[in-house]
């Protein structure tokens, strides 16, 4: 069974067979959690970019109708 040390940063290294096991790459985040029993368990965050929907505001604020065709008449009487 593969080990690993706490470090006085409360880090760890995941052994590399535990890695390959689970797919986990550099710069991937992984999930903890730990259950009732005591036992934790560590799966990779896999981010399903639905769920990301909605996050990011648009930089641009939407036009009306009346707006759009404001700027239609502007630029067809060059004013």
Request: charged share 35%; with cysteine; proline share 5%.
């Amino acid at each position: 069974m593969p080990s690993s040390t706490v470090t006085s940063k409360g880090q760890i290294t995941i052994p590399k067979e535990v890695r390959d096991a689970v797919g986990l790459d550099t710069g991937k985040r992984v999930s903890f959690r730990v259950r009732k029993d005591g036992v934790v368990e560590m799966r990779p965050d896999d981010i399903d970019l639905l769920s990301l929907c909605g996050m990011l505001k648009p930089r641009v604020k939407g036009v009306t109708l009346e707006e759009m065709d404001e700027a239609v008449r502007r630029g067809a009487t060059g004013g």
